[in-house]
């Protein structure tokens, strides 16, 4: 009986079903979506004006957003852009939209995420910044020591740009460069890369140049006198980009990268087959050379390779050309101004007066360059450790009242007698007038100004430099001071100078 009641259970439970017998629903909740989640998050330089160099995105870890942002960027507007997962985004109460909500990051941010159920999930915003400097490193094959001026070796290059252009790597070979300075304890070197290549911001090329300014306190003086150069607008001057360098794995400091001297069509732009570029130096250390007739000035062919003896002859006569328009009994009243360009050599003599560069008188590191057919005109400048009133006396800065023309005892000083003559055309001193008091009245507050944004940008980096060379000064803002009242003084000393008859 029982068994029978069981097989006939279904048949009763559909009747009562079907009779319209109902029962409640049975009602699950679904449950909220807890979903809280920063998928990804940058800053996009299209939405950002001070990102020049591109977008810059953030990596999300445990709860943090680290962003590396460039050294002196405006952060007191930036718009983020991100993806999520969750209903919405804050920071501080307020609602984020992506590519759209401007934050003031130079307060805390803390982005949370809200989910559908309202459960939270925080990030906070970590900004740390790019040196203000590009960073140089190069690992020279097998790790092996650079002890030579004359031999390159292989080696591997890469530069953290930190917004003064694109990052580089590649194959470069490096060697010592330098007279005086390769006997320092911090070593200059020549790089010539395997191709060219544009290396922070400047025109493509394969040589370059660190400088190590090992005696200059300030690390600035050669990147100054450039600045003054650009300023006076003495053409192809050289560009200055302070570096900090690690080599082979180890910090060697704070370094001035820059172009190599030489002809070519973003270096000295002449004809770099016919023209000449010509480096007057007590070295003597070039291939081809001579010592002229009349000032018995050292000079040097730098470029471009001499081909034949004839072809070194004619460099010889067209430099012997100029000397004698100048040693004549007619000068300044002959043809002397179309054989050299006067207004560049007024130029160059108010850059080395201003910095006080004594090594015109000897000389060394002049250089002049002719095109084929066209003058002989001065530049670009090069090295100035020694000025700044340092030769003689081994300390810059000191007095600003000592002129620049200087006959030497110990030497013939010929940079002297052959630069000093042009100041002997009475058109010439007009000039130099001239030229000097439109630079001083329009350029002066540029100058300065300079100084302390290179200082600025150097601050850090000087700093690591004295600390490992123990060498320089520890009081980088006071010297760069004394930089600046020096020039100050220079600039009024100039000023009385050109005054005198």
Same mark, same amino acid.
């Given at each position: 009986?029982?068994?029978?009641?069981?097989?006939?259970?279904?048949?009763?439970?559909? /009747?009562?079903?079907?009779?319209?017998?109902?029962?409640?629903?049975?009602?699950?909740?679904?449950?909220?979506?807890?979903?809280?989640?920063?998928?990804?998050?940058?800053?996009?330089?299209?939405?950002?004006?001070?990102?020049?160099?591109?977008?810059?995105?953030?990596?999300?870890?445990? +709860?943090?957003?680290?962003?590396?942002?460039?050294?002196? /960027?405006?952060?007191?507007?930036?718009?983020?852009?991100?993806?999520?997962?969750?209903?919405?985004?804050?920071?501080?109460?307020?609602?984020?939209?992506?590519?759209?909500?401007?934050?003031?990051?130079?307060?805390?941010?803390?982005?949370?995420?809200?989910?559908?159920? %309202?459960?939270?999930?925080?990030?906070?915003?970590?900004?740390?910044?790019?040196?203000?400097?590009?960073?140089?490193?190069?690992?020279?094959?097998?790790?092996?020591?650079?002890?030579?001026?004359?031999?390159?070796?292989?080696?591997?290059?890469?530069?953290?740009?930190?917004?003064?252009?694109?990052?580089?790597? %590649?194959?470069?070979?490096?060697?010592?460069?330098?007279?005086?300075?390769?006997?320092?304890?911090?070593?200059?070197?020549?790089?010539?890369?395997?191709?060219?290549?544009?290396?922070?911001?400047?025109?493509?090329?394969?040589?370059?140049?660190?400088?190590?300014?090992?005696?200059?306190?300030?690390?600035?003086?050669?990147?100054?006198?450039?600045?003054?150069?650009?300023?006076?607008?003495?053409?192809?001057?050289?560009?200055?980009?302070?570096?900090?360098?690690?080599?082979? +794995?180890?910090?060697?400091?704070?370094?001035?990268?820059?172009?190599?001297?030489?002809?070519?069509?973003?270096?000295?732009?002449?004809?770099?087959?016919?023209?000449?570029?010509?480096? /007057?130096?007590?070295?003597?250390?070039?291939?081809?050379?001579?010592? $002229?007739?009349?000032?018995?000035?050292?000079?040097?062919?730098?470029?471009?390779?001499?081909?034949?003896?004839?072809?070194?002859?004619?460099?010889?006569?067209?430099?012997?050309?100029?000397?004698?328009?100048?040693?004549?009994?007619?000068?300044?009243?002959?043809?002397?101004?179309?054989?050299?360009?006067?207004?560049?050599?007024?130029?160059?003599?108010?850059?080395?007066?201003?910095?006080?560069?004594?090594?015109?008188?000897?000389?060394?590191?002049?250089?002049?360059?002719?095109?084929?057919?066209?003058?002989?005109?001065?530049?670009?400048?090069?090295?100035?450790?020694?000025?700044?009133?340092?030769?003689?006396?081994?300390?810059?800065?000191?007095?600003?009242?000592?002129?620049?023309?200087?006959?030497?005892?110990?030497?013939?000083?010929?940079?002297?007698?052959?630069? $000093?003559?042009?100041?002997?055309?009475?058109?010439?001193?007009?000039?130099?007038?001239?030229?000097?008091?439109?630079?001083?009245?329009?350029?002066? +507050?540029?100058?300065?100004?300079?100084?302390?944004?290179?200082?600025?940008?150097?601050?850090?980096?000087?700093?690591?430099?004295?600390?490992?060379?123990?060498?320089?000064?520890?009081?980088?803002?006071?010297?760069?001071?004394?930089?600046?009242?020096?020039?100050?003084?220079?600039?009024?000393?100039?000023?009385?100078?050109?005054?005198?008859?």
């Amino acid at each position: 009986m029982q068994k029978m009641f069981l097989k006939a259970l279904p048949f009763f439970i559909f /009747l009562f079903i079907a009779s319209g017998c109902k029962e409640e629903p049975f009602n699950e909740e679904i449950p909220l979506n807890s979903d809280n989640e920063l998928l990804e998050y940058k800053l996009e330089a299209s939405l950002n004006s001070g990102l020049s160099n591109g977008d810059i995105k953030g990596k999300i870890e445990r +709860g943090k957003i680290e962003l590396k942002l460039p050294y002196g /960027l405006d952060v007191s507007e930036l718009i983020a852009t991100f993806s999520y997962k969750g209903k919405e985004v804050l920071v501080g109460g307020k609602e984020q939209i992506s590519g759209t909500t401007p934050n003031n990051f130079s307060n805390a941010i803390i982005y949370t995420i809200v989910a559908e159920d %309202g459960s939270r999930r925080e990030y906070t915003v970590a900004i740390t910044y790019s040196s203000p400097i590009p960073h140089v490193y190069i690992t020279t094959e097998n790790g092996t020591e650079i002890t030579s001026k004359d031999d390159y070796l292989s080696a591997d290059i890469s530069i953290e740009a930190n917004g003064w252009g694109e990052d580089y790597s %590649g194959e470069t070979q490096i060697k010592g460069r330098g007279n005086s300075t390769w006997g320092m304890p911090k070593k200059p070197y020549r790089l010539k890369l395997e191709k060219k290549a544009s290396l922070l911001d400047l025109a493509e090329e394969k040589d370059w140049v660190l400088l190590a300014n090992y005696i200059d306190p300030t690390l600035m003086l050669n990147s100054v006198a450039f600045k003054i150069a650009q300023l006076i607008g003495l053409q192809f001057t050289n560009h200055a980009i302070p570096v900090d360098l690690t080599l082979n +794995g180890k910090y060697v400091g704070s370094y001035l990268f820059t172009e190599q001297v030489e002809l070519s069509s973003s270096r000295v732009n002449i004809d770099d087959k016919k023209g000449v570029l010509l480096e /007057l130096d007590t070295n003597f250390d070039e291939d081809f050379k001579f010592t $002229s007739n009349n000032y018995r000035l050292p000079v040097m062919v730098k470029d471009p390779d001499v081909e034949s003896d004839e072809h070194f002859q004619q460099i010889k006569s067209d430099f012997h050309q100029l000397e004698d328009a100048l040693v004549s009994e007619s000068f300044p009243n002959n043809n002397y101004k179309d054989i050299i360009d006067i207004e560049s050599v007024v130029k160059y003599l108010i850059i080395y007066n201003l910095t006080h560069n004594m090594e015109i008188n000897h000389p060394k590191s002049i250089y002049l360059y002719k095109d084929a057919g066209g003058k002989y005109t001065m530049g670009p400048i090069w090295d100035f450790d020694w000025a700044y009133d340092y030769e003689g006396k081994q300390v810059h800065f000191g007095a600003y009242t000592t002129p620049l023309f200087r006959k030497f005892d110990h030497s013939p000083a010929t940079g002297y007698t052959f630069f $000093s003559r042009f100041l002997e055309d009475p058109e010439v001193m007009q000039l130099y007038r001239d030229t000097w008091s439109q630079f001083h009245v329009g350029k002066k +507050g540029e100058l300065l100004g300079y100084i302390d944004w290179y200082a600025g940008r150097i601050k850090e980096s000087q700093k690591k430099d004295h600390q490992l060379w123990k060498n320089g000064t520890s009081d980088f803002e006071g010297k760069v001071r004394q930089l600046k009242q020096w020039l100050e003084g220079r600039f009024h000393y100039m000023d009385e100078e050109t005054l005198s008859p």
